[in-house]
């Protein structure tokens, strides 16, 4: 029983003489299809390697508690976080300046079947507010002021949490540096 062998010697190389090209060109083209394979391999692992040392190690130490996380979340690095106890009854002022970026964020506690009451004064047009659930981890706001026609607004609590009062200047007059006063009427009932 023989079996066919090409030129080569090798028994691959018969399917180079059934297509008319000699077994030479063949193993040729052959063997650079199979080096090229092997240098993108090792290309792509090596790729993948390097990317994986460039990931930083997380270690118990660097995992925030969920509430820290939240806030860095809803916070910009320019804004300052501060709690207010509103009174049982009646309106509590706030009164502030928001300059460029940086603006003062009240933390407001609420309760469950509470309303909260806003009213946002201020002189300039650019100024505006928004409301924001602090314990929503989609840090979406409740109310967004440059949205909306009125400066003020009600809304029904929930569930028991805090509420962040964030006053902000319209970005094409923060990124030049005004300053703004405003005035924050709150009320809970």
Same mark, same amino acid.
């Given at each position: ?8 010697? +090798? ?12 077994? +030479? ?10 080096? %090229? ?51 049982? %009854? ?32 201020? +002189?300039? &047009? ?6 924001? &659930? ?56």
């Amino acid at each position: 029983m023989s079996s066919k062998v090409g030129s080569l010697g +090798h028994p691959m190389a018969f399917w180079g003489n059934r297509s008319g090209r000699s077994d +030479h060109v063949l193993w040729k083209g052959f063997f650079l299809a199979a080096m %090229t394979y092997g240098m993108v391999f090792l290309g792509y692992a090596e790729a993948a390697q390097v990317e994986a040392q460039k990931k930083p190690q997380v270690t118990r130490t660097d995992i925030p508690t969920p509430l820290v996380d939240l806030a860095k979340r809803v916070l910009s690095p320019d804004e300052t976080r501060v709690e207010v106890d509103l009174p049982a %009854t009646g309106i509590q002022v706030l009164k502030g300046k928001i300059r460029g970026y940086k603006a003062t964020v009240f933390a407001l506690r609420v309760r469950q079947g509470q309303q909260l009451n806003v009213t946002f004064e201020s +002189h300039s &047009d650019s100024a505006c507010f928004n409301v924001v &659930d602090e314990s929503d981890p989609s840090g979406a706001a409740l109310f967004v002021g440059q949205n909306s026609d009125s400066r003020s607004t009600t809304i029904p609590i929930k569930s028991d949490g805090t509420y962040l009062l964030q006053p902000y200047i319209v970005r094409s007059v923060a990124r030049r540096g005004r300053q703004v006063d405003y005035i924050f009427k709150v009320e809970l009932r």
